[in-house]
Nanobody, 123 residues
Framework: QVQLVESGGGLVQAGGSLRLSCAAS????????MAWFRQAPGKEREFVSL????????YYADSVRGRFTISGDNAKNMVYLQMNSLKPEDTAVYYC????????????????WGKGTLVTVSS
């Protein structure tokens, strides 16, 4: 079965940076997009960023636009999230996902999900 494994989470000071990685493994599969979501304690999961492999189209939530950058290597089934100028409100478990783009509801287009990596931003 396909597996997605996130890494790179940790504790960082406000204003600092972290780079998250997501590796897809297992049997061969193809997805038109990969994305990042996050869930803070006591909050609902929210969309962070998505990359569509065809054309390299990228989309960001307003809360992270200008601070986060999504990138990847489709041939290697890898996706990354460079997070700069981190704020305490960015603290959350970050989840990697893979699937297809569904306009208006990115989460429901994702067929595969990782188990998450914790990012904690201190003030």
């Amino acid at each position: 079965q396909v597996q997605l494994v996130e890494s790179g989470g940790g504790l960082v000071q406000a204003g600092g940076s972290l780079r998250l990685s997501c590796a897809a493994s297992g049997r061969t599969f193809s997805s038109s997009a990969m994305a990042w979501f996050r869930q803070a304690p006591g909050k609902e999961r929210e969309f962070v960023s998505l990359i569509r492999w065809s054309g390299g189209w990228r989309y960001y939530a307003d809360s992270v636009r200008g601070r986060f950058t999504i990138s990847g290597d489709n041939a290697k089934n890898m996706v990354y999230l460079q997070m700069n100028s981190l704020k305490p409100e960015d603290t959350a478990v970050y989840y990697c996902a893979a699937g297809n783009v569904r306009v208006g509801d990115f989460a429901n287009g994702m067929a595969y999900w990782g188990k998450g990596t914790l990012v904690t931003v201190s003030s």
